[in-house]
């Protein structure tokens, strides 16, 4: 029977209902399952599926106290439908590198895949609780859009969503802002992501304001956001291997961690996965991590994969926890230490066991745009700048099994960049297009949380205020 339970120890034994829409855990940890299903047994029987026959199987495992299995079969057949390709995550080979297309869905990003589903959890959860829901989340480019898709007509659920002011591309604020429905509400933060993140983690931690005003989030520190997207490391090894016993090396490029921590959990519960390489932009506090145990804040870059522009991992907590072998109080410490002085550092052996599962590279824009020249020059292929620093990491990494490449976002959602590279911008997918003559609507606040608490209060409509 699955249970979830808090990295910080005092928020236990939670069924799967209550970790959704609790968000972040009460006592400001991030919430976990207490034990991961083993299912090297069921690779050979799962083979077979397809992608949303495969979501079923594998989140029934982690869902089945709170959603019936029919329930639940409905609710993955709604989230995928409106996915432009029929294998949802196809994989296709690019020169030597096998790279997993995630961005197939309605908003041309990765973060569609769980946030489709995230919306149509809410909802389900909200016919039973009849009470409303406000969406809290802060965004580096992709995660407001899609969630504003997912969420945009749910009955009962209105969406606060703060991205960092001219740091996210146009076209990803396009996205979000040409949303004009009353219950949808952009706020531009005066700041980094980095800022944002940390508002939306202290209003969350305002225990009366969260549950007077029923938070919840819709950020990766959701774990029904990194459960949908381990689905998709099962189906993407199944479409590059032939045997249940052969390994395959994923390249992630990540700045927030749950991207790269959906693969960790899929290797803990049996996918055969050598090594898990980390692919970071010049705000590189996870490489650094990884090369020397040293998790350490310095100033944030501008570069051109901005959704990567981030120098706090919200989602490595919950790697600490397992590698603090489910100690809250050694995490604590860690993380304790780190808010205080900007760093901590691990053990020389906790260095090498993360060293087992992980390796890292970091790269630059001049190798981004090179990356991206290559690929169209030698293939034809357009990456998007941030696939273009998992390609690099891969070449860096030089490994040996067979390697796939995780594709975060549609190459036309960063045009200028493509158009640096190639000389040429991406012919904009229709979806994309029509936005650039829409009208826009979001408001600019500074980076202070009591201001953002004020201008929720100011836009609520659901309920009373």
């Known amino acids: 029977m699955p249970f979830y ?139 407001g859009s899609a969630a504003i898709n997912g969420l945009n007509g749910k009955k009962g659920v209105e969406v606060f969503m703060l991205f960092p002011k ?80 052969e390994l395959v090396n994923f390249v992630v490029p990540t700045g927030n961690f749950g991207n790269v921590l959906a693969g960790y959990y899929a290797k803990r519960m049996g996918l055969p996965i050598d090594k898990l390489v980390i692919g ?20 944030l870059k501008k570069t051109l994969s901005p959704s990567m522009d981030i120098q706090v991992s919200s989602n490595f907590e919950r790697y600490l926890f397992n590698l603090a072998e489910h100690s809250s109080e050694k995490l604590k410490f860690w993380m304790n230490t780190f808010e205080n002085s900007g760093q901590f550092k691990i053990e020389h052996d906790l260095l ?10 970091n790269t630059n824009d001049d190798e981004v745009i090179s990356t991206i020249r290559k690929y169209f020059k030698e293939s034809k292929y357009i990456l998007d700048p941030h696939t ?27 045009n200028n960049t493509i158009e640096k590279a190639l000389g040429f911008t991406p012919i904009l997918p229709n979806q994309l297009a029509y936005l650039q003559n829409l009208q826009t609507k979001f408001e600019t606040v500074s980076c202070n949380e009591e201001k953002v608490k004020n201008l929720i209060l100011k836009n609520l409509t659901l309920g009373s205020k």
Not at 204 to 211: L, R, V
Not at 352 to 360: G, V
């Open 166 to 245: 001219g740091r996210v591309s146009p076209i990803q604020e396009r996205q979000m802002t040409t949303v004009l429905d009353a219950n949808i509400h952009n706020f531009a933060i005066e700041g980094s992501f980095d800022d944002a993140q940390s508002i939306v983690k202290k209003i969350f931690n305002d225990q009366e304001f969260k549950k007077k005003y029923y938070l919840a989030s819709v950020n990766s520190i959701n774990w029904a956001r990194i459960l949908a997207q381990i689905v998709y490391y099962f189906f993407a090894w199944f479409q590059i291997t032939r045997s249940e016993s």
């Open 280 to 299: 970071t932009n010049e705000n590189d506090i996870l490489h650094r991590f990884f090369i020397d145990g040293v998790y350490h804040r310095t100033e």
């Open 352 to 361: 090498k066991l993360a060293q087992e599962d992980f390796m890292s590279a």
């Open 388 to 414: 273009a620093v998992g390609v690099c990491t891969a070449e860096k990494a030089k490994l040996n099994s067979p390697t796939i490449c995780l594709a975060c976002a549609h190459p036309a959602k960063f």
């Open 5 to 143: 339970s808090s990295t910080r120890g005092k928020v236990k034994n939670l069924i799967f209902e209550d970790t959704v829409m609790m968000g972040l855990a009460d006592d400001g940890g991030l919430l976990v399952p207490n034990e991961l299903p083993q299912v090297s047994k069921k690779l050979k029987k799962w083979r077979s599926l397809g992608y949303k026959e495969l979501s079923l199987e594998i989140m029934n495992l982690f869902t089945s106290e709170s959603i019936p299995k029919e329930d639940l079969k409905n609710l993955i057949q709604r989230s995928y439908k409106h996915f432009r390709h029929p294998n949802i995550t196809p994989t296709k080979l690019v020169d030597q590198i096998h790279i997993l297309e995630l961005f197939h869905g309605p908003t041309f990003a990765f973060k569609d895949v769980a946030l489709q589903f995230l919306g149509n959890l809410f909802e389900y959860f909200l016919i039973k609780r009849q009470h409303p829901l406000r969406i809290l989340g802060a965004t580096s480019g992709d995660t």
